[in-house]
C-alpha cells in the first residue's frame, strides 16, 4: 500500500510544483522516497514468487526520477505528480517485456507488456506474431487474461493504417501487426492503492500478464 503521508506529498506538489516549494519541503520528500521504495520491495515479495524471472530485481531496478524530462515539452513543471513503478525481466534490456504499476489522483492503472520497442525489436515482434499466431489468441482468449485486461490496447497513436511492410494484409492477425506498441491495461480506482492487501491483490491481477510478456520477450530475444 502507499502511506497516506506519501499521497499526501504527491497531492500538495500538484498545487505546487516549483523547485522553491520541493526545496522548502525536502525532507518530506525524503520521506516520500523511503514510502515509494518500501511500497516496491512490498510489490517485489508478492511478483518473484509467481514470475521466477523477476528474481534479480531490487527496488532500484523499478523506480522513476521525480524530476521531469522538460527539454521538448510546454509543460515545464519541473515534478512528475504520479508514482511509477515497472518491473522488468531483464533490466539491462530498454525495451524488456514488464509489469507497470501507475498511481495519479483520477487516472490510476496497470499494465504490461512493450511499448514502443526500437524498430528492429518491433520488427520482431511483428515476426513472432506472423508466425506464432495461434500461441497470441491462445493466451490472449484466457480467461484470467480477458477478465483482468480484455485484449492489446489499440488507439490511433499506436496503430498503423495499414498493414506494416512485408507482411500480408490479409494476415488474420494483421490487427496486431499494425500496432507499434504491444501492451495492455486495466484501470484502477485510487482507493486500492491505500489498501493493506494492495500489493498481493495487484500481483495477482498483474500475473495475468506473464504469458504476453513471455510471448514478447521470447520475440525479442530471437536471433536474426
Given at each position: 500500500?502507499?502511506?497516506?503521508?506519501a499521497l499526501l506529498f504527491l497531492e500538495d506538489l500538484i498545487a505546487n510544483n516549483n523547485t522553491d516549494w520541493m526545496h522548502?519541503?525536502?525532507?518530506?520528500?525524503?520521506?516520500?522516497?523511503?514510502?515509494?521504495?518500501?511500497?516496491?520491495?512490498?510489490?517485489?515479495?508478492?511478483?518473484?514468487?509467481?514470475?521466477?524471472?523477476?528474481?534479480?530485481?531490487?527496488?532500484?531496478?523499478?523506480?522513476?526520477?521525480?524530476?521531469?524530462?522538460?527539454?521538448?515539452?510546454?509543460?515545464?513543471?519541473?515534478?512528475?505528480?504520479?508514482?511509477?513503478?515497472?518491473?522488468?525481466?531483464?533490466?539491462?534490456?530498454?525495451n524488456s517485456a514488464g509489469y507497470y504499476i501507475h498511481f495519479e489522483k483520477g487516472n490510476s492503472f496497470i499494465a504490461g507488456?512493450?511499448?514502443?520497442?526500437?524498430?528492429?525489436?518491433?520488427?520482431?515482434?511483428?515476426?513472432?506474431?506472423?508466425?506464432?499466431?495461434?500461441?497470441?489468441?491462445?493466451?490472449?482468449?484466457?480467461?484470467?487474461?480477458?477478465?483482468?485486461?480484455?485484449?492489446?490496447?489499440?488507439?490511433?497513436?499506436?496503430t498503423l493504417k495499414k498493414a506494416p511492410k512485408d507482411f500480408d494484409p490479409n494476415h488474420p492477425a494483421i490487427d496486431f501487426?499494425?500496432?507499434?506498441?504491444?501492451?495492455?491495461?486495466?484501470?484502477?480506482?485510487?482507493?486500492?492503492?491505500?489498501?493493506?492487501?494492495?500489493?498481493?491483490?495487484?500481483?495477482?491481477?498483474?500475473?495475468?500478464?506473464?504469458?504476453?510478456?513471455?510471448?514478447?520477450?521470447?520475440?525479442?530475444?530471437?536471433?536474426?
Open positions: 500500500m502507499i502511506t497516506k503521508e522548502a519541503n525536502k525532507k518530506r520528500y525524503e520521506n516520500y522516497k523511503k514510502d515509494y521504495h518500501h511500497y516496491i520491495s512490498s510489490l517485489l515479495s508478492e511478483l518473484k514468487p509467481l514470475d521466477q524471472s523477476l528474481e534479480p530485481l531490487e527496488v532500484k531496478n523499478c523506480t522513476f526520477r521525480i524530476n521531469r524530462d522538460i527539454r521538448f515539452s510546454k509543460d515545464k513543471s519541473p515534478y512528475k505528480t504520479n508514482m511509477g513503478v515497472w518491473f522488468t525481466q531483464n533490466k539491462f534490456r530498454k507488456g512493450v511499448w514502443c520497442p526500437e524498430p528492429d525489436e518491433l520488427k520482431k515482434i511483428r515476426k513472432e506474431i506472423a508466425f506464432f499466431y495461434d500461441d497470441l489468441e491462445a493466451l490472449l482468449s484466457d480467461k484470467k487474461f480477458k477478465k483482468e485486461f480484455g485484449t492489446l490496447t489499440r488507439d490511433e497513436n499506436n501487426l499494425k500496432l507499434k506498441s504491444f501492451t495492455a491495461s486495466e484501470k484502477i480506482e485510487d482507493r486500492l492503492f491505500s489498501d493493506p492487501n494492495f500489493s498481493k491483490t495487484v500481483a495477482q491481477k498483474l500475473i495475468a500478464l506473464k504469458p504476453l510478456n513471455d510471448f514478447l520477450n521470447r520475440a525479442l530475444e530471437t536471433e536474426e
